[in-house]
């Protein structure tokens, strides 16, 4: 089976129903309590866009990323489900706090291929009730046949929380992941700088974070993949730009969303007729980045994560690494 072009496409849609206070969702696109999209161009852009990935003439897999809740959004729904019914789309990953699965599953299983349905689900302490997210996510697994990954996110101080989040999510037999939270008050120059690790506060204060993600049921290679993004990624092989790309909010591709941010090495906008994606031919090149890959869509395509089996499989996830 050939390998489908990865894609990471991160919309404008902003509602959502929780309020964590480490969203990193902030500024001049937070996610809103009230509103799905800024403005009527965002959501027309969103479904332009999402037309032109599930079109294109080879297989592609697709983590379909907002700033909200995807579940809380009729439009970014129906586009999603459309998705998962192109031939060309080999998966659709969503990523949900969860809470809205039991009520819009059912709603969305007449328009789309569920089996398709790639779920990455955040547990956020304080949000939501630990048994009625378990269930929700098993709900999803076993009634539709989705891909079901249970994520948590480590802060420091929240090690109880994650271990019971592993605890349910192992009796209910689902996947279950750790990732490193982020700071959203880390000021961006942060991720400029040698400061960068400031934008992890589990590293702040656990000198061994690799351990203490470990013990906690999460994978060690991939904390030390996210660790070496993070802060060293400059001149190591990277793939990004060979068979996966980035999209931003506006349509514009890089080879990965770091790469976004530095606006380097743009390959045009899918909004513009004449666009036509054209990949490296090269599988591995040197990363110019001197930090700050902190996204496991693009530190994943490191070498040092593929060659350890981080990425490469055939599961239908971004972010899944099969540990
Ligand atoms: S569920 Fe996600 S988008 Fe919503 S507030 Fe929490 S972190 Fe932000
Ligand atoms: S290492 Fe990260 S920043 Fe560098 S090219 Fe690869 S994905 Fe992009």
Avoid at 3 to 24: E, H, M, S
Avoid at 91 to 113: D, F, Q
Avoid at 121 to 129: E, F, I
Wanted: aromatic residues 10%; charged residues 25%.
């Amino acid at each position: 089976m050939s390998k489908p072009v990865k894609i990471w496409y991160v919309a404008g849609q902003r509602l959502c129903n929780f309020d964590c206070t480490y969203c990193v969702s902030v500024g001049d696109w937070a996610k809103s309590r009230r509103y799905d999209w800024r403005d009527p161009a965002d959501k027309d852009r969103f479904v332009s866009i999402v037309e032109w990935i599930g079109s294109r003439p080879f297989e592609v897999a697709v983590r379909l990323g907002s700033l909200g809740e995807p579940f809380a959004s009729q439009t970014f729904l129906a586009q999603a489900g459309w998705l998962t019914r192109q031939r060309s789309v080999r998966y659709v990953e969503l990523v949900s706090n969860g809470s809205l699965l039991m009520r819009r599953l059912p709603k969305m299983e007449p328009l789309a291929n569920l089996g398709k349905l790639s779920l990455w689900l955040t547990y956020h302490d304080g949000q939501t009730n630990l048994d009625k997210f378990i269930a929700a996510a098993a709900f999803a697994q076993e009634e539709y046949g989705c891909f079901v990954v249970v994520n948590a996110l480590l802060f420091p101080g929240g090690t109880d929380a994650i271990r019971r989040v592993r605890d349910a999510a192992r009796d209910a037999g689902l996947r279950f992941n750790v990732d490193l939270g982020y700071d959203p008050t880390a000021p961006s120059v942060a991720f400029e700088s040698d400061g960068i690790t400031a934008a992890v506060p589990m590293i702040r204060s656990e000198p061994d974070v690799v351990s203490a993600v470990e013990e906690l049921g999460g994978d060690a290679a991939l904390t030390r993949a996210a660790l070496v993004g993070l802060t060293s990624p400059q001149g190591r092989a990277c793939r990004a730009g060979h068979d996966y790309v980035f999209i931003d909010i506006h349509g514009q591709v890089h080879r990965c969303s770091r790469y976004a941010v530095l606006e380097r090495d743009c390959y045009g906008n899918v909004l513009d007729p004449d666009f036509e994606l054209d990949l490296r031919p090269q599988e591995w090149v040197p990363c110019a980045a001197a930090r700050g890959c902190c996204n496991k869509e693009d530190f994943l395509n490191l070498d040092v994560a593929v060659t350890v089996g981080l990425r490469g499989g055939q599961v239908p996830s971004l972010g899944w690494t099969d540990a």
